[in-house]
């Protein structure tokens, strides 16, 4: 594992901002989806979420993450933040990335193709809404979570 690569985890480069969002830029290393599962799951807590919102949110960030890191071109950003939008107070999970990648790469965790393909599903089923939205050059899933 790269240890330069997954130095923002703790460095200056996965910051809180505002206390109401968090960015942390993503290496593309199969190894970053534990790092940035575990940095989430701190973030999280720290914002006094429930640990079953914590929890949904983990998943729901591992899937975005996994799915950047192994079928987009990077840089990559997973950005965090709390909304109140439409009257829904929600928890925004967003990965942004430059987008699809040449070719099929390897599942992340080695496993046979026919282990994966269900995020989209726990995605479905662990928001209130979700999307994906496209912007010059750079494509963006999101999921909103309701959060107290």
């Known amino acids: 594992m790269n240890a330069t690569a997954l130095s923002g985890f703790t460095g200056s480069h996965a910051m ?12 593309h290393l199969p190894e970053a989806v534990g790092f940035v599962r575990r940095r989430a799951q701190m ?21 975005l993450v996994t799915n950047a890191v192994s079928h987009a071109l990077p840089p990559a950003v997973l950005q ?15 990965v942004t990335d430059a987008g699809p990648a040449a070719g099929a790469r390897r599942p992340v965790d080695g496993g046979q193709p026919g282990e994966h393909g269900r995020g989209s599903g726990i ?4 928001s209130v809404r979700h999307g994906i939205r496209a912007h010059r050059g750079r494509v963006t899933r999101w999921a909103d979570l309701q959060a107290p």
């Open 16 to 27: 809180p901002y505002r206390d109401a969002e968090f960015l942390c830029p993503l290496p």
């Open 80 to 94: 965090l933040s709390r909304t109140g939008a439409e009257g829904l107070r929600a928890l925004r999970i967003e």
């Open 43 to 63: 973030v999280l807590t720290g914002w006094n979420m429930p640990p079953g919102t914590v929890d949904d949110a983990v998943l729901v960030i591992s899937e």
């Open 123 to 126: 995605v479905t089923a662990l």
